[in-house]
DNA sequence: AAGAGGCCCTGATAGC
DNA sequence: TGCTATCAGGGCCTCT
């Protein structure tokens, strides 16, 4: 589900809500995510408050007052919802509100604040919750990922650089979160479109001019989208349960069989499978 | 070493 | 109705 639109739609959420919170309680249901929750998981955020909310890529970062950092990753179907809680049976977990918007299964985690309790809901559990001691840690943690679009490190001569006698393509190195992290598969289509690129052009032959078009453009799809609140496809996305409105901008992802939206252009937008993902893209303008 | 593919997991949907 | 197959917004690991 989240790119890193969607997940800094989460952080400014949630940044508004549990800053200077403190956690009463943790519940965890189910360790087996991604990243198995430790034993003692509860005890490092028990009595804690959040002094930040931050976001890299697509990870939540929220930092503690010990110097701890929860590290937050969606994974495709991960969700955080924040819902009121019966305070009088919170500690005996038996009576809560249930919002209609938030379903009754896979509701791994819970952290419970003062008047309100932060739920983590996730289907397929290819997210996690991971502990990081310190900052140093933290970096350690992200290293080996690339730069963030917004990043000054991600620009043309980078991106060339990059690219340069690669026979990998486009798309891929736009999902390589070693090259440049917090693109996905939704976006990764939306910013070639615009690029007027096609997908599946080798790193090799991609010109001075067409990494310049990926530079602005990675940035103006994902800048776009923070500015709609992410977008909606399938779950919802806000903590409050409100949806993106960035789907109902897609120029490509999902439109298969219809007709390319540039005003000059007779071509019909493809779906064909790149590395096993789904990629959209016109037939016509995108060269 | 780079790059492709498998795999982790559940749920929704399509097709028979 | 009830099966089976396919696909889904991510990312890590393995194999060649």
Same mark, same amino acid.
């Given at each position: 589900?989240?790119?890193?639109?969607?997940?800094?739609?989460?952080?400014?959420?949630?940044?508004?809500?549990?800053?200077?919170?403190?956690?009463?309680? #943790?519940? #965890?249901?189910?360790?087996?995510?991604?990243?198995?929750?430790?034993? *003692?998981?509860?005890?490092?955020? &028990?009595?804690? !408050? =959040?002094?930040?909310?931050?976001?890299?890529?697509?990870? +939540?970062?929220?930092?503690?007052?010990?110097?701890?950092?929860?590290? !937050?990753?969606?994974?495709?179907?991960?969700?955080?919802? +924040?819902?009121?809680?019966?305070?009088? @049976?919170?500690?005996?977990?038996?009576?809560?509100? $249930?919002?209609?918007?938030?379903?009754?299964?896979?509701?791994?985690?819970?952290?419970?604040?003062?008047?309100?309790?932060?739920?983590? $809901?996730?289907?397929?559990?290819?997210?996690?919750?991971?502990? =990081?001691?310190?900052?140093?840690?933290?970096?350690?943690?992200?290293?080996?990922?690339?730069?963030?679009?917004? @990043?000054?490190?991600?620009?043309?001569?980078?991106?060339?650089?990059?690219?340069?006698?690669? %026979?990998? *393509? /486009?798309?891929?190195?736009?999902?390589?979160?070693?090259?440049?992290?917090?693109?996905? *598969?939704?976006?990764?289509?939306?910013? +070639?479109?615009?690029?007027?690129?096609?997908?599946?052009?080798?790193?090799?032959?991609?010109?001075?001019?067409?990494?310049?078009?990926?530079?602005?453009?990675?940035? +103006? #799809?994902?800048?776009?989208?923070?500015?709609?609140?992410?977008?909606?496809?399938?779950?919802?996305?806000? /903590?409050?349960?409100? %949806?993106?409105?960035?789907? %109902? %901008?897609?120029? #490509?992802?999902?439109? &298969?069989?219809?007709?390319?939206?540039?005003?000059?252009?007779?071509? =019909? !937008?493809q779906k064909k499978n790149i590395?096993?993902?789904?990629t959209?893209f016109?037939?016509?303008?995108?060269?």
């Amino acid at each position: 589900m989240p790119e890193l639109p969607e997940v800094e739609i989460v952080r400014q959420s949630l940044n508004k809500k549990i800053i200077q919170k403190s956690i009463k309680k #943790v519940i #965890v249901r189910n360790r087996n995510l991604r990243i198995k929750v430790p034993q *003692n998981f509860e005890k490092f955020l &028990e009595n804690q !408050i =959040i002094s930040d909310v931050d976001r890299f890529s697509k990870y +939540l970062i929220l930092f503690l007052s010990t110097g701890n950092k929860l590290l !937050i990753h969606l994974g495709m179907s991960g969700t955080i919802h +924040l819902l009121k809680h019966d305070k009088k @049976n919170f500690l005996t977990n038996t009576s809560f509100y $249930n919002s209609p918007k938030l379903p009754s299964k896979h509701n791994h985690i819970e952290i419970f604040f003062d008047k309100f309790k932060l739920v983590y $809901n996730d289907p397929r559990r290819f997210g996690f919750f991971e502990i =990081i001691k310190d900052q140093y840690s933290l970096e350690k943690r992200f290293e080996k990922l690339g730069p963030e679009p917004f @990043n000054p490190k991600f620009d043309i001569n980078y991106i060339r650089n990059n690219l340069r006698n690669k %026979k990998k *393509n /486009i798309k891929n190195f736009l999902l390589d979160q070693n090259f440049v992290s917090g693109i996905g *598969n939704i976006y990764a289509s939306e910013i +070639l479109y615009l690029s007027k690129i096609n997908p599946n052009k080798e790193g090799k032959f991609m010109d001075k001019i067409e990494c310049k078009k990926i530079f602005t453009n990675t940035k +103006l #799809v994902l800048l776009n989208a923070i500015k709609r609140g992410g977008s909606s496809i399938k779950d919802f996305k806000h /903590i409050s349960g409100n %949806k993106g409105s960035f789907q %109902k %901008k897609f120029k #490509v992802y999902q439109r &298969e069989g219809s007709r390319c939206k540039r005003k000059d252009c007779e071509g =019909i !937008i493809q779906k064909k499978n790149i590395s096993n993902r789904s990629t959209f893209f016109c037939n016509i303008c995108q060269k």
